[in-house]
């Protein structure tokens, strides 16, 4: 062998220190410095062209993202402008640091409805969970612990979603019918709430939430599928239906808010308002590290002992969200997991120094980004400066927005979350699953959302315990000639868990000839292999015949070192009928 062959090691250079030197070499590298800051590589091929279709998306975008926004933020308890910050700042950092051109970032139903018994106690809390979500995602995408969140599954997710949508509809009743009492920390107690206090339900409010819900849902079904032989006219239609579908958030919202003003100059107040906005750039400066709550000032730790180990759930769910959503519209495209984890990250650190609330990935406004044609994060700069432009010179319009409308709208996009068509998936494939999925709800909707993503997950991990307990095992008789066999057909990987089961289903079928197929098994435990050389002992003490069908190398080797007389069972082949007839019997 050639000593100066290029692909052996350098002398006196170990593996491991090749190995390093290799990871720091990447690391140091131009161009893994470029897929940390993303727009240095979409921005030198960036047009006129493009810039026009990012400039009608993130307008199109912002317009959702205002009255979202302010929705969201009354939703946890914050000031209205809050939640337009929220949609600001971190949708400016992730123009810099985002991955996908679709996703663009701002507050979340979800992330509100957690941070909200929080903000009962102060708002700043809502400025530190901001930080301190941000920390957290930062330091998981610099780790590149992303996988840990594939151990979260999809029937946990589900129910999740699904419990958050519950909670924040039946939280939004209030508002959409003007009752008086609790909108609820949870579904179960807003919607006795609102049962208590049904009485107190006021007309015009009620009319004008049910009016809007009716609105959005009629503004969504209208469509026009244009032809190559339609008009000018009907192609415009068809333009202006697809347009107004887009906005038509913004569009009920505006209709409510004209509706409230022209009341209002006539002396009428029939409707709940939003009320002040107070507009403006927000004092800038560090997030609050301490508190003062009635007369007790908290410190930093005082407010950490207050999130407790449920204040994780608010980096887990963002992370989830943004990714999840990335995911969904790359398409064939590669999500850089790490990348979104350190640009989620980062947009909450900055918006911590902004008064805003925690933010991420929006499922409907990332929709309707990738409806409009976005072809890169820019457009996430252009729905900023709409809704900057909002918070800052407009903030006075917002005054007459109707609290019914803003629910209307709430409660509309939350029941697009609700995922009913995975209970008939598990239905059909996993009642296991689907068991996770009602635990997970259940529990949710009646305790709390960050108990019931806590039991969802523990419930799959007893699942997959219980499933590595008792490993698909199949046993079946056959006759070779005149020769009655039994075989036992391994499959998977089988863990310590299942071994007695494992050795249970081998000595019941040992009563005839033995066959053990394992031509599935990918991979056993020691204790699995060890309890099979151990039966196989029993076997050849009692004189019972066995052979042992299409198992690895690594298996053979191991079940060898452990009874070596075992080697003369061992067989290989597509049919196993042959070698039963030519062994001997006698």
């Given at each position: 062998m050639d000593v100066d062959d290029p692909r052996l090691p350098l002398l006196g250079t170990s593996p491991r220190r090749g190995t390093l030197r290799r990871a720091a070499s990447r690391l140091c590298s131009v161009e893994s410095w470029r897929r940390r800051l993303p727009i240095t590589i979409w921005l030198p091929q960036y047009n006129v062209d493009r810039l026009f279709r990012d400039a009608i998306a993130g307008f199109t975008v912002g317009l959702t993202s205002i009255p979202q926004g302010i929705a969201y933020a009354i939703v946890a308890g914050l000031p209205p402008q809050v939640g337009l910050y929220s949609s600001v700042?971190?949708?400016?950092?992730?123009?810099?640091?985002?991955?996908?051109?679709?996703?663009?970032?701002?507050?979340?139903?979800?992330?509100?409805?957690?941070?909200?018994?929080?903000?009962?106690?102060?708002?700043?809390?809502?400025?530190?969970?901001?930080?301190?979500?941000?920390?957290?995602?930062?330091?998981?995408?610099i780790c590149q612990l992303g996988f840990l969140l594939d151990f979260i599954s999809k029937p946990v997710i589900s129910g999740f979603t699904t419990a958050a949508a519950l909670q924040i509809s039946a939280s939004q009743l209030k508002s959409l019918f003007r009752t008086t009492g609790s909108s609820g920390g949870t579904f179960i107690s807003a919607f006795v709430s609102f049962i208590q206090n049904i009485k107190t339900v006021q007309l015009w409010d009620t009319l004008l939430g049910l009016s809007s819900i009716a609105a959005l849902y009629i503004i969504k079904a209208i469509s026009i599928t244009p032809s190559p032989s339609d008009g000018p006219w009907r192609s415009t239609l068809a333009t202006a239906c697809l347009y107004m579908g887009r906005a038509r958030n913004a569009l009920v919202?505006?209709?409510?808010?004209?509706?409230?003003?022209?009341?209002?100059?006539?002396?009428?107040?029939?409707?709940?308002?939003?009320?002040?906005?107070?507009?403006?750039l927000p004092n800038f400066g560090p997030p609050p590290f301490s508190t003062v709550v009635g007369n007790t000032t908290l410190n930093f730790g005082d407010?950490?002992?207050?999130?407790?180990?449920?204040?994780?759930?608010?980096?887990?769910v963002a992370i989830l969200e943004s990714i999840a959503i990335a995911k969904a519209f790359a398409g064939s495209s590669a999500?850089?997991?790490?990348?979104?984890?350190?640009?989620?990250?980062?947009?909450?650190?900055?918006?911590?120094?902004?008064?805003?609330?925690?933010?991420?990935?929006?499922?409907?406004?990332?929709?309707?980004?990738?409806?409009?044609?976005v072809t890169s994060p820019a457009g996430s700069f252009f729905k900023a400066s709409v809704v900057l432009l909002a918070v800052t010179l407009l903030a006075e319009a917002f005054y007459?927005?109707?609290?019914?409308?803003?629910?209307?709208?709430?409660?509309?996009?939350?029941?697009?979350?609700?995922?009913?068509?995975?209970?008939?998936?598990?239905?059909?494939?996993?009642?296991?699953?689907?068991?996770?999925?009602?635990?997970?709800?259940?529990?949710?909707?009646?305790?709390?959302?960050?108990?019931?993503?806590?039991?969802?997950?523990?419930?799959?991990?007893?699942r997959i315990l219980a499933g590595a307990a008792r490993p698909?095992?199949?046993?079946?008789?056959?006759?070779?000639?005149?020769?009655?066999?039994?075989?036992?057909?391994?499959?998977?990987?089988?863990?310590?868990?299942?071994?007695a089961r494992l050795t249970r289903a081998v000595r019941r079928a040992a009563e005839r000839l033995l066959v053990i197929d394992g031509t599935r098994l990918l991979?056993?435990?020691?204790?699995?292999?060890?309890?099979?050389?151990?039966?196989?002992?029993?076997?050849?003490?009692?004189?019972?015949?066995?052979?042992?069908?299409?198992?690895?190398?690594?298996?053979?080797?191991?079940?060898c070192e452990l009874h070596p007389a075992v080697r003369r069972s061992f067989v290989a082949g597509?049919?196993?009928?042959?070698?039963?007839l030519g062994m001997d019997f006698d």
């Open positions: 700042f971190p949708g400016l950092v992730y123009v810099f640091l985002g991955s996908c051109k679709d996703v663009t970032v701002g507050p979340t139903a979800i992330l509100a409805a957690l941070l909200a018994k929080y903000v009962a106690i102060s708002p700043d809390f809502a400025y530190l969970g901001s930080f301190l979500t941000g920390c957290v995602i930062m330091l998981l995408g919202v505006l209709a409510g808010s004209t509706l409230a003003f022209l009341l209002y100059r006539e002396g009428e107040t029939p409707f709940a308002l939003t009320g002040t906005i107070h507009s403006g407010m950490l002992a207050t999130y407790g180990p449920q204040g994780l759930v608010l980096p887990l999500v850089d997991c790490t990348q979104e984890m350190i640009a989620v990250g980062a947009c909450n650190m900055v918006a911590s120094f902004a008064q805003a609330m925690p933010a991420t990935g929006s499922f409907t406004r990332t929709a309707l980004n990738n409806a409009c044609g007459f927005i109707p609290r019914a409308s803003l629910a209307a709208v709430i409660m509309v996009a939350m029941a697009s979350l609700i995922d009913l068509v995975v209970v008939r998936t598990l239905w059909r494939h996993s009642k296991t699953e689907l068991l996770v999925w009602i635990l997970t709800v259940l529990v949710g909707a009646g305790v709390g959302l960050e108990y019931g993503i806590a039991a969802g997950v523990a419930a799959d991990a007893v698909h095992i199949t046993v079946k008789q056959f006759k070779v000639g005149s020769r009655e066999c039994s075989m036992v057909t391994l499959e998977g990987a089988l863990r310590s868990a299942g071994a991979s056993a435990d020691v204790a699995v292999t060890e309890d099979l050389a151990q039966v196989l002992k029993e076997l050849d003490a009692a004189k019972r015949r066995y052979v042992l069908w299409n198992f690895s190398p690594a298996l053979q080797r191991a079940l597509p049919s196993i009928d042959l070698f039963i």
